[in-house]
C-alpha cells in the first residue's frame, strides 16, 4: 500500500485518487506539526548509515525524509518554496498547506465540484492575503523593539544567537537588507571550532597554499582569476619544433615577467577558481603572496563585490601596468585563521556595499548545524520585519482573518463559498496545533482567543502557552514577518489547489530502452 493510502470506503471509488493524494499529505503534514510553537518538540532523523540530525526546523525535516508519494513531493515544495523565498516559516506554511487539502476534501466529498472548491479557495486566499496586509505593523527601524522581538521568535528564543543575528544586520544596515537579491541568511556560516562572531568581511571554506609562511597580510591588492595561475600552453606537436620550442620559452618568460608585474602592484592574495603552476607557486612563496586556489564562482563574486576586484581571465595579465592595477581589489586586512582552518577577508569598513559573515560555533557538528539553521531562520525573519513589517504571531492573525473571512464568504454567491469556508477553517489550524503542542484543548482556547479579539477589537490576543491565560500578543513581543506568513499561505493555496484538482493517477510508461508497441 502507497504512503499514507487508507481503504477506499464503498461509494467513495470516485474520490479514491483525491482521497490516496489526501492521506499522503496527511502523513507528511504529521512529521512536522508536532515541532508548531513554543513548547513544540524535535524530531530525529536517522539515516542509512547511522548519522543523526536532531531538529524541529521544517523545511530540514521534509528534505531529509524518504517520500515516494507524488502528492506527498508536491507538499515538500510548499516548504522548499518558502524557504527560498523568505528562508522561514515552513513548517507553519506545511500545517497550513495540509489543512487546505483536508478542508477542501471535505466539501469535495460533501459533493461540492473540486472546481469550485479550487476557485473559492483562490478567492479566500486573496482576500485573507489582503486582509493580513492591512493588518501589518511596519518596522519604523532596526531599533525598533518588534524587530528583536521578530528574531527572538524565529531564533527559538536563543538569546545568543539573537543578539549575533541583531549585530549583523546593523552593521549592514536597512539598504542592504531590503535589496530583493541580498539575504543576510546566506552570511550564515556554522563552524565546530569557532564562538558565535559577526566579522565585517568573507570567510573563504579553501586553504591557502603555504599558509604559515605569511599569515596575515595587511592594506593588500587582490587578484580574482577565473582561471588557473599559469603560462599559456602549446601543443605537444608545435613543442617539437625549433620554433615551437622557442615560443615555449618566450611564454614562460613573458608569465614570469607578469609575475613580477603583480608582486610590483603590492598584490598580496591571489584567489583562482582552478589550480596554479609549480613555478608561479614558487614565486608566490618566495614573495610572500597568499594563493587561495579552487575557490567557488560564488565565493569569487562575493570577494570581488566587496573588494572591487574585477574578476579576469588569466590573459588580462598581459595587459599594460596600469590597465592591470585597476583591476585588483584592496582588503586592509586578509588572515589565514589557524584555529578556523578559513581565510579571513575583511572589508574594513570600507566604502563599498557593507558584507558580514554571522560565524555561529557549538561544541559538536550536531549541535552547530542546529544552531546555524535557527541563525539562519532569525537571520530571514529580520530581512522579512525590515522589508514586509510584521503581525502577531502564535496564529493570532491568522485566527482573526479566518473570521473575517466567514463574514464575508456571506456575501458570496454560488458555490464557491464552499472553498472561502475551506480557508477560514485551515487558518485556524496553526493556533490549533500550537495550542495542541502546548497541551491545550485547542477548541476551548481558540473560544478564549476569539472572545478577547472582538472585545478588544485586537487580532492581538492569543494564548499564553506556558500559562494558558489571554493575552495581547504584541505587547509580548509574540511576532512574526508579515512576509513570512503571506508568502507561506499563498504557496499552500497553489498545492493545495493542485492537489485537489488531481482526478487519477496514472503511472506514465517507462523509457528506458524499452520497445514501442
Not at 542592504?176 to 539575504?183: C, S, T, V
Not at 566587496?306 to 588580462?316: D, E, H, K, L, W
Not at 500550537?434 to 494564548?463: F, H, T, V, W
Amino acid at each position: 500500500m502507497s504512503q499514507g493510502q487508507q481503504p477506499v470506503r464503498e461509494g467513495e471509488e470516485r474520490y479514491a485518487a483525491l482521497l490516496n493524494n489526501s492521506n499522503a499529505v496527511r502523513a507528511i503534514t504529521s512529521a512536522v506539526e508536532g515541532t508548531l510553537g513554543p513548547k513544540g518538540l524535535d524530531v530525529m532523523l536517522v539515516g542509512s548509515r547511522g548519522e543523526v540530525i536532531i531538529t524541529n526546523d521544517g523545511v530540514t525535516i521534509l528534505d531529509k525524509m524518504d517520500v515516494t508519494h507524488p502528492a506527498a513531493r508536491l507538499l515538500i515544495q510548499v516548504a522548499r518554496s518558502q524557504q527560498k523565498q523568505v528562508g522561514d516559516g515552513t513548517t507553519t506554511a506545511t500545517v497550513l498547506a495540509g489543512a487546505l487539502v483536508q478542508e477542501g476534501v471535505a466539501q469535495i466529498v460533501r459533493g461540492v465540484p473540486a472546481s469550485k472548491v479550487v476557485a473559492g479557495m483562490q478567492q479566500g486566499i486573496r482576500m485573507a492575503v489582503d486582509a493580513l496586509r492591512r493588518r501589518t505593523r511596519v518596522i519604523e527601524g532596526l531599533d525598533d523593539p518588534l524587530l528583536a522581538k521578530a528574531a527572538y521568535v524565529a531564533g527559538r528564543e536563543r538569546e545568543d544567537i539573537v543578539r549575533l543575528v541583531m549585530e549583523a544586520a546593523t552593521k549592514v544596515g536597512t539598504r542592504k537588507l531590503r535589496e530583493p537579491g541580498y539575504l543576510l541568511a546566506d552570511a550564515v556560516t556554522a563552524h565546530e571550532k569557532g564562538d558565535n562572531e559577526v566579522y565585517e568581511g568573507i570567510l573563504l571554506k579553501q586553504k591557502p597554499l603555504h599558509s604559515h609562511d605569511r599569515p596575515v597580510l595587511k592594506n593588500t591588492k587582490i587578484l580574482v582569476l577565473h582561471d588557473a595561475l599559469e603560462p599559456e600552453t602549446l601543443d605537444e606537436e608545435v613543442l617539437t619544433t625549433e620554433a615551437g620550442f622557442a615560443r615555449y620559452m618566450e611564454l614562460r618568460d613573458r608569465f614570469s615577467s607578469e609575475l613580477h608585474v603583480l608582486a610590483d602592484l603590492g598584490v598580496g592574495l591571489v584567489l583562482l577558481e582552478r589550480g596554479i603552476h609549480p613555478d608561479a607557486e614558487q614565486f608566490c612563496m618566495d614573495h610572500g603572496i597568499m594563493v587561495v586556489p579552487r575557490v567557488s564562482r560564488s565565493d569569487l563574486l562575493r570577494v570581488s563585490e566587496m573588494t572591487g576586484a574585477v574578476p579576469m581571465r588569466r590573459t588580462a595579465l598581459h595587459k599594460e601596468r596600469d590597465s592591470l592595477a585597476k583591476l585588483l581589489g584592496n582588503s586592509p586586512y586578509v588572515a589565514y585563521d589557524e584555529r578556523l582552518e578559513r581565510v579571513r577577508v575583511s572589508s574594513g569598513g570600507q566604502e563599498r556595499e557593507p558584507f558580514v559573515t554571522l560565524i555561529v560555533g557549538a561544541s559538536t557538528a550536531e549541535v552547530v548545524g542546529e544552531s546555524a539553521r535557527i541563525a539562519a531562520d532569525a537571520a530571514s525573519a529580520v530581512q522579512a520585519a525590515v522589508s514586509g513589517g510584521v503581525l502577531p504571531g502564535g496564529g493570532t492573525a491568522e485566527l482573526a482573518v479566518s473570521y473575517e473571512l466567514e463574514h464575508q464568504r456571506e456575501a458570496v454567491k454560488g458555490m464557491e463559498a464552499f472553498g472561502i469556508a475551506a480557508v477560514a477553517a485551515a487558518l485556524r489550524k496553526p493556533m490549533a496545533q500550537i495550542l495542541l503542542n502546548a497541551g491545550y484543548n485547542p477548541l476551548e482556547k481558540m473560544e478564549e482567543a476569539r472572545a478577547a479579539q472582538l472585545a478588544e477589537d485586537s487580532d492581538s490576543m492569543g494564548i499564553d502557552c506556558d500559562t494558558g491565560l489571554v493575552i495581547r500578543y504584541d505587547e509580548r513581543g509574540i511576532v512574526d514577518p508579515a512576509l513570512v506568513k503571506i508568502h507561506g499561505l499563498e504557496a499552500a493555496g497553489e498545492v493545495a489547489a493542485a492537489v485537489l484538482r488531481i482526478h487519477n493517477v496514472i503511472k506514465m510508461r517507462g523509457y528506458g530502452g524499452q520497445d514501442e508497441d
